[in-house]
Nanobody
């Protein structure tokens, strides 16, 4: 089994910053990628940012230039530094880990941490 523990969400004013973290533990053989998705009320879950083991990053257009994803490979932890937050960034943020076992890539999800951007 794989467990993902997220932290760092909360309430922040527009223009503020937050840092999310997520640590994976359990039967981790090979991590292909770690990242963050978000789901706002009434909307579908969407990719925010991801980082592969080799360091390649991917960002959604909505957050590029404001958010930074990083990893601590030794501790199986992924971070999301969120700056210049906007009201439209309000959502539940979910940690995602892609694990490779043999030839199969499996997604694991955290329970989500809420981020509210409001004055």
């Amino acid at each position: 089994q794989v467990s993902l523990v997220e932290s760092g969400g909360g309430l922040v004013q527009p223009g503020g910053s937050l840092r999310l973290s997520c640590t994976a533990s359990g039967s981790i053989f090979r991590i292909v990628a770690m990242g963050w998705y978000r789901q706002a009320p009434g909307k579908q879950r969407e990719l925010v940012a991801s980082i592969r083991t080799a360091g390649m990053t991917l960002y959604s257009d909505a957050v590029r230039g404001r958010f930074t994803v990083s990893r601590d490979n030794a501790n199986n932890t992924v971070y999301l530094q969120m700056n210049s937050l906007k009201r439209e960034d309000t959502a539940v943020y979910y940690c995602n880990v892609e694990l490779l076992l043999g030839d199969i890539v499996t997604d694991y999800w955290g329970k989500g941490t809420p981020v509210t951007v409001s004055s």
